[in-house]
Nanobody
């Protein structure tokens, strides 16, 4: 069973930075991909960034230059570095594992086969 636990959320002012972490267990990291998904109040969930087993990664076009996804060498912890945060970045951020496919790499959510963490709240004030 895949278990994901996010941490690092909080409240910052516009222009600030946060680094989210996601510790994983039960996931081999040998296939598929992992990613970060966010949901802003009143909006649909969107894939923020994803990284696959080879280290290849993708970031949503609108967030490039501000958000960076990475993972540690042991591939047990996923990170999301968020810089120059804006109020529109406010939302709940979820870590997700997609072991059997790689749809998050093209910023799409699979209809099934996705494991989620419980989410961490990010609030950016102006």
């Amino acid at each position: 069973q895949i278990k994901l636990l996010e941490s690092g959320g909080g409240s910052v002012q516009t222009g600030g930075s946060l680094r989210l972490s996601c510790t994983t267990s039960g996931y081999s990291h040998n296939s598929g991909c992992m990613g970060w998904i966010r949901q802003a109040p009143g909006k649909e969930r969107e894939v923020v960034a994803a990284i696959d087993s080879t280290g290849a990664y993708s970031v949503a076009r609108a967030l490039k230059g501000r958000f960076t996804i990475s993972k540690d060498d042991a591939q047990t912890t996923l990170y999301l570095q968020m810089d120059n945060l804006k109020p529109e970045d406010t939302g709940t951020y979820y870590c997700a594992a997609e072991p059997a496919s790689r749809l998050m790499m093209i910023q799409r959510l699979p209809a099934q086969g996705l494991s989620w963490g419980q989410g961490t709240q990010v609030t950016v004030s102006s």
